[in-house]
C-alpha cells in the first residue's frame, strides 16, 4: 500500500484495523491496551473548542482587495497602494446567537476582513452597520448580556433588551438600522459592511488623517421581512452557509466596492459632534465618500474549523500607514479581542496557518504551549534583545506620527451634552413609507411581553427623535395587540 494511503496513528505508526477494538474474546470485555480506541475517544473529547462569546454562528471565504484609486497622499500603507493586489480573509457572523443558531435572525451581522498585507495582517473588524448601541466599553458586557440568555429562563429577553435601549438613548441610531430592512440581509452578500470606528491614515511626512472604511454591496441590498425569515428558519437553519458557500463554488463570485471618508486631522476640534463617536456617522455632505478598490470573495476554505472557526481577527492588528484613533469603544477592542484569542484558541494562535502574516515574522515570544514555530528571531541565538547575534532589530522607519491628545483624567459622563436623535432623525426621513411600516411594526414585534413602563420609556426616546416614529411604533403596538385579541 502506498505511503500516502497507509492510516497512521497520530505517532505515525501504520495501524493495521480500524474496524474492530480489542478484546478479550468476542463479546469482550475491552483492553486497556487499545491505545488506539483510547485514543480516539480522547481526541473526541476534545473537537470542541470554546465558540466566541459574541459573532458565534459565522460563514467565510476568501478572496482579494484591488486597489484601484489612488490616496497615496494619505497613506503609506502598502495594501492601499493603486495597483495592489493583496489577499485576504472574510467571515460574516451574527452577534448574539450561539455556534448552532439560525442563520435568517433579526440580528447585527459581523463583517471582519483580515488582509494579509505585506507588512503584516490588517484586520479590519466590522459590521453590516454603520455604528454601533453604545459609545462607552464600559457599557459592553452589560449591553451583550441583555442580548443573550437570561440566567434563570435560559432564554432570550426581549425585556432586558428594551430595559437596557430605552436607558441608553445613544442606542436609538443602531437600533433604528437592526429594526429597518437592514436588520435581516438575504444572503451575506447582500449587505454593506463598514469599519464603523473612526481610524487613522498617515503618510510617510508623518501626516495624520481621520478615516470610515465602508464596503459597498455589488449584489445590491436586498432583505427579508419577519415572515419571511421564519419561514425560512423551518426550512433551513443555514441559509447563510448554503448561499456563501454555493455560490463560490458556482464561480459567482461576490464582490464589494471600497470606499473611505477622509477627515482632515484638524476638523476632529470643529465637527458639531464627535467624529470618534461610534453611535454616529460622518455625513456623506460633509465628507464624500472616495471610492477606491474591489474586495471580492473567491475561494471556500477547504476546512471550516481550521480557516474560520480558528480565524481570529482583532482591531490591533493594523499596519504602517493605518493607526487607531481616540475612540474608546475601538481603544478597549485593541485589548478585547487578542485576550479571547488566546483563551479560545491559545497562546499562539497567530501562529494558525489561518493567522499566519504572508510575510516574514521575527519575534522574541518564547515557548508557551503549543509552540511548534521554535524561535522566530532571525538567529538561533539570538532569544533575547538587544543582541549581537544578529537578531532581528526594531525598524524606525515606519514609526506613527505622534497621536496628538489632551485633558484631564477622569470618568467623563458619555452622555453629557451628546445629541442622540438627530442622526436617526435622518435615517427615519430618508426611508420610504413603506420601509418606515416595516421598521415600526418590526420594533413592535420585538416589545412583544415587555412591561408596558419600559415600552414607554423607549417610546418617549423615539418620540425626540420624531413623534412621526414614536406615534408609528405606538400605532403597531395597537395592531398587533388587536390581532392578538382576535385571535384570542
Ligand atoms: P446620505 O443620504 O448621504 O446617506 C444615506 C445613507 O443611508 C446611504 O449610504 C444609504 O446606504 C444608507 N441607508 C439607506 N437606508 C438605510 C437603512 N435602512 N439603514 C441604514 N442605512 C441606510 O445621508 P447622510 O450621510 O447625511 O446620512 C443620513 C443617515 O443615513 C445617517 O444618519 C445614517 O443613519 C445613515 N447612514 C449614513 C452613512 C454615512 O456614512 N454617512 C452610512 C450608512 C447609513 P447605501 O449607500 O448603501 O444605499
Ligand atoms: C467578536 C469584543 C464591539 C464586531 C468579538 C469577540 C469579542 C468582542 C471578545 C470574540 C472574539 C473571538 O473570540 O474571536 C468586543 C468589545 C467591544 C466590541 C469588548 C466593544 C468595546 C464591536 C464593534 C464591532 C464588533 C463596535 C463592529 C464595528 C465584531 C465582529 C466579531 C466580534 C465582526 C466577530 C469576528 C469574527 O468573525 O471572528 N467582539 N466587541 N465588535 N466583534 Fe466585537
Given at each position: 500500500m502506498s505511503d500516502t494511503k497507509r492510516l497512521t496513528t497520530t505517532a505515525g505508526a501504520p495501524i493495521a484495523d480500524n474496524q474492530n477494538s480489542l478484546t478479550a474474546g468476542a463479546h469482550g470485555p475491552l483492553l486497556m491496551q487499545d491505545y488506539q480506541l483510547l485514543e480516539k475517544l480522547a481526541h473526541q473529547n476534545r473537537e470542541r473548542i470554546p465558540e466566541r462569546v459574541v459573532h458565534a454562528k459565522g460563514w467565510g471565504a476568501f478572496g482579494t482587495l484591488r486597489i484601484t484609486g489612488d490616496i497615496s497622499a494619505y497613506t503609506r500603507a502598502k495594501a492601499l497602494q493603486p495597483g495592489t493586489e493583496t489577499p485576504m480573509l472574510a467571515r460574516f457572523s451574527t452577534v448574539a446567537g450561539e455556534m448552532g443558531a439560525a442563520d435568517h435572525e433579526r440580528d447585527v451581522r459581523g463583517f471582519a476582513l483580515k488582509f494579509y498585507t505585506e507588512e503584516g495582517n490588517w484586520d479590519l473588524v466590522g459590521n453590516n452597520t454603520p455604528v454601533f448601541f453604545i459609545r462607552d466599553p464600559y457599557k459592553f458586557p452589560d449591553f451583550i448580556h441583555t442580548q443573550k440568555r437570561h440566567p434563570r429562563s435560559n432564554l432570550r429577553s426581549p425585556t432586558a433588551m428594551w430595559d437596557f435601549w430605552s436607558l441608553s438613548p445613544e442606542s436609538l441610531h443602531q437600533v433604528s438600522i437592526l429594526m429597518s430592512d437592514r436588520g435581516l440581509p438575504r444572503t451575506p452578500v447582500n449587505m454593506n459592511g463598514y469599519g464603523s470606528h473612526t481610524y487613522s491614515l498617515w503618510n510617510d511626512a508623518g501626516e495624520r488623517f481621520w478615516v470610515k472604511f465602508h464596503f459597498k454591496t455589488q449584489q445590491g441590498h436586498s432583505h427579508y421581512t419577519n415572515r419571511e425569515g421564519e419561514e425560512i428558519v423551518g426550512k433551513t437553519r443555514e441559509g447563510y452557509q448554503e448561499a456563501l458557500f454555493g455560490m463560490i463554488e458556482a464561480g459567482e463570485f461576490p464582490r464589494w466596492t471600497l470606499q473611505v471618508q477622509i477627515m482632515p486631522e484638524a476638523d476632529a476640534e470643529k465637527t458639531p459632534y464627535n467624529p470618534f463617536d461610534l453611535t454616529k456617522v460622518w455625513p456623506h455632505a460633509d465628507y464624500p465618500p472616495i471610492e477606491i478598490g474591489v474586495m471580492e470573495l473567491n475561494r471556500n476554505p477547504d476546512n471550516y474549523f481550521a480557516e474560520i472557526e480558528q480565524a481570529a481577527f482583532s482591531p490591533s492588528n493594523i499596519v504602517p500607514g493605518i493607526g487607531h484613533s481616540p475612540d474608546k469603544m475601538l481603544q478597549a477592542r485593541v485589548f478585547s479581542y487578542a485576550d479571547a484569542h488566546r483563551y479560545r484558541l491559545g497562546t499562539h494562535y497567530e501562529a494558525l496557518p489561518v493567522n499566519q502574516p504572508k510575510c516574514p515574522v521575527h519575534h522574541y515570544h518564547k515557548d508557551g504551549s503549543?509552540?511548534?514555530?521554535?524561535?522566530?528571531?532571525?538567529?538561533?541565538?539570538?532569544?533575547?534583545?538587544?543582541?549581537?547575534?544578529?537578531g532581528a532589530t526594531e525598524d524606525p522607519s515606519v514609526m506613527e506620527p505622534p497621536l496628538k491628545i489632551s485633558g484631564d483624567a477622569a470618568r467623563y459622563n458619555?452622555?453629557?451634552?451628546?445629541?442622540?436623535?438627530s442622526q436617526p432623525r435622518a435615517l427615519h426621513d430618508l426611508m420610504t413609507d413603506d420601509q418606515r411600516a416595516r421598521l415600526y411594526m418590526n420594533t413592535a414585534e420585538s416589545m412583544q411581553g415587555v412591561p408596558q413602563h419600559i415600552i414607554d420609556r423607549a417610546l418617549a426616546n423615539y418620540d425626540k427623535v420624531s413623534p412621526a416614529y414614536g406615534d408609528g411604533i405606538r400605532a403597531a403596538l395597537r395592531e398587533l395587540a388587536g390581532a392578538r385579541a382576535a385571535a384570542e
Amino acid at each position: 500500500m502506498s505511503d500516502t494511503k497507509r492510516l497512521t496513528t497520530t505517532a505515525g505508526a501504520p495501524i493495521a484495523d480500524n474496524q474492530n477494538s480489542l478484546t478479550a474474546g468476542a463479546h469482550g470485555p475491552l483492553l486497556m491496551q487499545d491505545y488506539q480506541l483510547l485514543e480516539k475517544l480522547a481526541h473526541q473529547n476534545r473537537e470542541r473548542i470554546p465558540e466566541r462569546v459574541v459573532h458565534a454562528k459565522g460563514w467565510g471565504a476568501f478572496g482579494t482587495l484591488r486597489i484601484t484609486g489612488d490616496i497615496s497622499a494619505y497613506t503609506r500603507a502598502k495594501a492601499l497602494q493603486p495597483g495592489t493586489e493583496t489577499p485576504m480573509l472574510a467571515r460574516f457572523s451574527t452577534v448574539a446567537g450561539e455556534m448552532g443558531a439560525a442563520d435568517h435572525e433579526r440580528d447585527v451581522r459581523g463583517f471582519a476582513l483580515k488582509f494579509y498585507t505585506e507588512e503584516g495582517n490588517w484586520d479590519l473588524v466590522g459590521n453590516n452597520t454603520p455604528v454601533f448601541f453604545i459609545r462607552d466599553p464600559y457599557k459592553f458586557p452589560d449591553f451583550i448580556h441583555t442580548q443573550k440568555r437570561h440566567p434563570r429562563s435560559n432564554l432570550r429577553s426581549p425585556t432586558a433588551m428594551w430595559d437596557f435601549w430605552s436607558l441608553s438613548p445613544e442606542s436609538l441610531h443602531q437600533v433604528s438600522i437592526l429594526m429597518s430592512d437592514r436588520g435581516l440581509p438575504r444572503t451575506p452578500v447582500n449587505m454593506n459592511g463598514y469599519g464603523s470606528h473612526t481610524y487613522s491614515l498617515w503618510n510617510d511626512a508623518g501626516e495624520r488623517f481621520w478615516v470610515k472604511f465602508h464596503f459597498k454591496t455589488q449584489q445590491g441590498h436586498s432583505h427579508y421581512t419577519n415572515r419571511e425569515g421564519e419561514e425560512i428558519v423551518g426550512k433551513t437553519r443555514e441559509g447563510y452557509q448554503e448561499a456563501l458557500f454555493g455560490m463560490i463554488e458556482a464561480g459567482e463570485f461576490p464582490r464589494w466596492t471600497l470606499q473611505v471618508q477622509i477627515m482632515p486631522e484638524a476638523d476632529a476640534e470643529k465637527t458639531p459632534y464627535n467624529p470618534f463617536d461610534l453611535t454616529k456617522v460622518w455625513p456623506h455632505a460633509d465628507y464624500p465618500p472616495i471610492e477606491i478598490g474591489v474586495m471580492e470573495l473567491n475561494r471556500n476554505p477547504d476546512n471550516y474549523f481550521a480557516e474560520i472557526e480558528q480565524a481570529a481577527f482583532s482591531p490591533s492588528n493594523i499596519v504602517p500607514g493605518i493607526g487607531h484613533s481616540p475612540d474608546k469603544m475601538l481603544q478597549a477592542r485593541v485589548f478585547s479581542y487578542a485576550d479571547a484569542h488566546r483563551y479560545r484558541l491559545g497562546t499562539h494562535y497567530e501562529a494558525l496557518p489561518v493567522n499566519q502574516p504572508k510575510c516574514p515574522v521575527h519575534h522574541y515570544h518564547k515557548d508557551g504551549s503549543m509552540n511548534f514555530f521554535g524561535q522566530k528571531t532571525g538567529a538561533v541565538d539570538a532569544y533575547y534583545e538587544p543582541n549581537s547575534m544578529g537578531g532581528a532589530t526594531e525598524d524606525p522607519s515606519v514609526m506613527e506620527p505622534p497621536l496628538k491628545i489632551s485633558g484631564d483624567a477622569a470618568r467623563y459622563n458619555h452622555r453629557d451634552g451628546n445629541d442622540d436623535y438627530s442622526q436617526p432623525r435622518a435615517l427615519h426621513d430618508l426611508m420610504t413609507d413603506d420601509q418606515r411600516a416595516r421598521l415600526y411594526m418590526n420594533t413592535a414585534e420585538s416589545m412583544q411581553g415587555v412591561p408596558q413602563h419600559i415600552i414607554d420609556r423607549a417610546l418617549a426616546n423615539y418620540d425626540k427623535v420624531s413623534p412621526a416614529y414614536g406615534d408609528g411604533i405606538r400605532a403597531a403596538l395597537r395592531e398587533l395587540a388587536g390581532a392578538r385579541a382576535a385571535a384570542e
